[in-house]
Each structure stands twice: as C-alpha cells, then as structure tokens.
C-alpha cells in the first residue's frame, strides 16, 4: 500500500523571507532586552547608591565589552519597539495585504537602524568625559 | 480577564489555562512600554547622563519616579510573559521547562524590585 501524502509541519517546507525575519527578530531582541533590563537595574540601583558608585558604574558600562552589549541593546529596544507596534496593528485586523505588510516590514527595519543610531549618538555625547 | 464565554466556562471546555489573558496582558504592557519606553530613552537622551546630580534631579521629580517605577514594573511583567512563551515553545521537558520558568519569575520579580526601590530611594531623598 502507498504511504498517503501527508502535511509537512510548517517549518519543514516554508520558505526563509522577511516575515518570518522579522518575526524571530522580534523574538531574539525581546530575549536580549529582558537581558538589558537587568543593566537597567544595575544602572537605577548605582545611581541610589551615591555619585562614587555611580561613576563606578558607568565605567564598568562604558568597558570596551559592555559598549557593544548596549550598543546591541540600544539597538534591539528601537526595533522591537517599532515593530511590537507593527505587531499591534496586526492584531488589530489592519496591515495584512502582502504589499502593506512588505511597507511596514522595511519601515520598521530601516527605521530601528535610523534610531538606533541616533540615540546611541546622542547618549554617547552626553557620556564623552565619563565612558 | 477572561476572553472565554460563559457557556465555554461552564462546559469545562478548550484549555484550562489562561491563554487569552495571558495574550492580553501582553499587548496591554507592550501598548504601555510603547508610551514608558519612549519616556525612558528620549529623557536619558535629552540629560547630562553623566552627571550623578542631573540623573538624581530628574528621577526624584515626582512625574519622573512614577513613571520609572510604572517602566521599571511593566517591564518586567512583559518580559515574563514573553519569556515565558519563548520557554514553552522552546523547552520540551516539563520538569525542566517549570524550573527554567521559575528562575525567570524569581530574577524578574527581584530585578523589578530592586529597580523600583533604587527609584524609590532617589525619590525619597534616601542617598547611602
């Protein structure tokens, strides 16, 4: 007797592209912000400790290795911010068209890497003398 | 708050967890950190980061310390719902997969306290 056809789960036969991206993306930067949060503690708890302690924890941030961990971190909060929004459109009903999704899809990858770096640059320069 | 119907309710039918709510409250936190969020990093921004004073002065105004603690507190629920999600995808074995949701739950639950009560301290004037 021949074997049926039978359905193949759905990550045995979907193409990669920019939906499923996006997706995981959201995924993977929502995993490292409950990361950062904990440097938002660090950080909230440094500055009630006093300024000695505060200074001192800007210079553990401003560590070559910590710089590319916020750097990321900066990153990951302006793209799942932009696109946790895209995401509440979605489940309002609206923004599902092929081409609309597309648009959004692109608004919220170049427009996380736009903020990122604008943010980045501006706290940087507040930061200059200390780390 | 439930999304289920009463009939479904009574009948005892579909899962008997919280599956809507827990899809809420994700959505509800995610549409607060949108505005908190925001709040947080254009007021960083906007400050002399560096300065102990600066960040002291702004965190003790009683708009700023509401709002970090609410971020602070919002935060860590939303990242616990996420998580947890990305934990029941992810992690088969059921002891294995409580375990790892516990120790999310105890670090979140202490990190949101420790922050809050860091905002807290500002607030209050109370300096070590």
């Known amino acids: ?131 | 708050m439930s999304l289920r119907s009463p009939l479904g309710r009574v009948l005892g039918l579909g899962s008997a967890k919280g599956g809507s709510a827990h899809w809420y409250a994700q959505r509800v936190t995610a549409v607060a950190l949108v505005l908190l969020g925001g709040w947080f990093v254009a007021a960083l921004a906007s400050l002399d980061s560096g300065s102990h004073a600066a960040i002291v002065a702004w965190l003790g105004s009683p708009l700023s310390s509401v709002l970090a603690v609410l971020f602070v507190g919002v935060a860590a629920y939303h990242a616990n719902l996420g998580l947890q999600v990305v934990v029941e995808d992810y992690v088969a074995s059921h002891g294995t997969r409580v375990a790892v949701l516990v120790a999310i739950e105890f670090a979140l639950v202490a990190g949101a306290l420790t922050g809050i009560l860091a905002v807290l301290r500002i607030a209050f004037g109370v300096q070590a």
């Open chain 1, 1 to 131: 007797m021949a074997q049926p056809e039978r359905p193949l789960s759905p990550f045995l036969h979907y193409r990669w592209q920019y939906t499923n991206t996006l997706s995981i993306l959201h995924r993977i930067t929502g995993v490292l912000l409950a990361g950062c949060f904990f440097l938002l503690v660090y950080w909230l708890a440094a500055a009630a400790a006093g300024p000695e302690r505060y200074a001192g924890a800007l210079r553990c941030l401003g560590s070559p290795l910590m710089q590319v961990v916020l750097c990321g971190g900066l990153a990951s909060f302006c793209f799942h911010l932009l696109n946790g929004v895209r995401h509440l459109f979605f489940d309002l009903g609206r923004g599902f068209e092929l081409a609309t999704a597309r648009r959004s899809g692109w608004a919220v990858a170049i427009g996380a890497i736009v903020l990122a770096l604008l943010a980045w640059t501006i706290l940087k320069s507040h930061l200059g003398g200390v780390a």
